[in-house]
């Protein structure tokens, strides 16, 4: 599957933005989806995460009550939409598609398709 993210801007401190992510070759219903972002000299982390059907997600502690993650299998696209951002909330982000078990969704070793990242950057 081929995963294309977009979305992503600059926006002050406080604002909302919201990415998707577009899947192409394989219907994404096959995959549990996660988005990931990295900040500059840090590690890639995970923002949050859904399950196939949509019923079951995840959410990073530092994300919990600010974004939310869905899907919409018949569209073929994953959004996560961020609301109160915060210059912490400054990364690349990356959807990515997870073949396995929602049991592993925190894990980049999980995820096996990854889209090009898109810049959000928030001022303060």
């Known amino acids: 599957v081929q995963l294309q993210a977009f979305g992503g801007g600059l926006v002050q401190a406080g604002g909302s933005l919201r990415l998707s992510c577009a899947a192409s070759?394989?219907?994404?219903?096959?995959?549990?989806m996660g988005w990931f972002r990295q900040a500059p000299g840090k590690e890639r982390e995970i923002v949050a995460a859904i399950s196939r059907s949509g019923s079951s997600t995840y959410y990073a502690d530092s994300v919990k009550g600010r974004f939310t993650i869905s899907r919409d299998n018949a569209k073929n696209t994953v959004y996560l939409q961020m609301n109160s951002l915060k210059p912490e909330d400054t990364a690349v982000y990356y959807c990515a598609a997870n073949p396995r078990s929602f049991v592993s969704v925190t894990t980049t070793q999980a995820y096996n398709n990854w889209g090009q990242g898109t810049q959000v950057t928030v001022s303060s």
């Open positions: 070759g394989r219907t994404l219903n096959n995959y549990v």
